[in-house]
């Protein structure tokens, strides 16, 4: 089975410095990665995906994630954030092989921007 | 540009009583999902449907029922409401592509007095 840990339940930051969000994966079979955002009283919305290739992936809003193969591990990164990133984010795994047709999310990270 | 729709938004219901949340997506996916999300414990899934006339348990599916009734539509039936059951549901979809990200609602608050 897949499963999905989000090392830190709460980060505090302040506006303009950077921000790391730890993801960490455990799966024996090759897994497709995602990070997805929620927004209070709203429904997920997807931010970036990791599929093959190259494993520094860029989303939206200027948020990249990279994914590390021998770390089992796809940290969220940001350069510098904006209030407006006050958010709870999600990571997800599936199989490559679609077995199961599921997505295994993370308990998420609550990210709060300091003005 | 609707995507994914769920009715109702908010409910209160008393327990013992039964409802019915409904989802329809408007993007022509094959799969559909319902996910309850607790304070904590992310996100976690009851019920999938891979494809119309097919449905299948997730990780949570006690006390829950789904209908696929058709492509676009996928309901969640509490038929005897627990006080543990509540939470904020919500619907998602994807295309039948594994690797294809999931497009959500906007959630049902559900509480269960």
């Known amino acids: 089975a897949q499963s999905v840990t989000q090392l830190d339940s709460q980060v505090p930051v302040f506006e303009e410095a950077p921000v790391e969000l730890r993801c960490n994966y455990s799966?024996?079979?090759?897994?497709?990665l995602f990070w997805y955002v929620q927004y209070p009283n709203q429904g997920l919305q997807l931010l970036l995906k990791y599929l093959s290739g190259s494993t520094l992936v860029k989303g939206i809003n200027g948020f990249e994630a990279e994914f590390n193969k021998s770390q089992t591990s796809f940290h969220l990164r940001k350069p510098s954030v904006h209030i407006s990133d006050t958010a709870e984010y999600f990571c997800a795994v599936t199989r490559t092989d679609g077995v199961g047709n599921q997505f295994y999310f993370g308990t998420g990270t609550s990210l709060t921007v300091i003005p | 540009n609707a995507g994914v729709t769920q009715t109702p938004k908010f409910q209160v219901l008393k327990t013992g009583q039964s409802m019915t949340l409904q989802c329809a997506q408007d993007m022509n996916h094959n799969s559909m999902y319902w996910y309850r999300q607790d304070p904590g414990m992310g996100l976690r899934l009851i019920y999938y449907?891979?494809?119309?006339?097919?449905?299948d348990k997730g990780e949570v599916p006690n006390g829950y029922n789904v209908s696929r009734l058709n492509k676009r539509e996928f309901s969640l039936r509490l038929e005897s409401a627990a006080p543990s059951q509540t939470s904020v549901y919500f619907c998602?979809?994807?295309?039948?592509?594994?690797?294809?990200?999931?497009?959500f609602g906007d959630g049902t608050r559900l509480s269960i007095l």
């Open positions: 799966s024996s079979v090759s897994v497709y």
């Open positions: 449907s891979a494809s119309e006339g097919t449905t």
């Open positions: 998602a979809s994807s295309a039948d592509r594994y690797n294809q990200p999931q497009h």
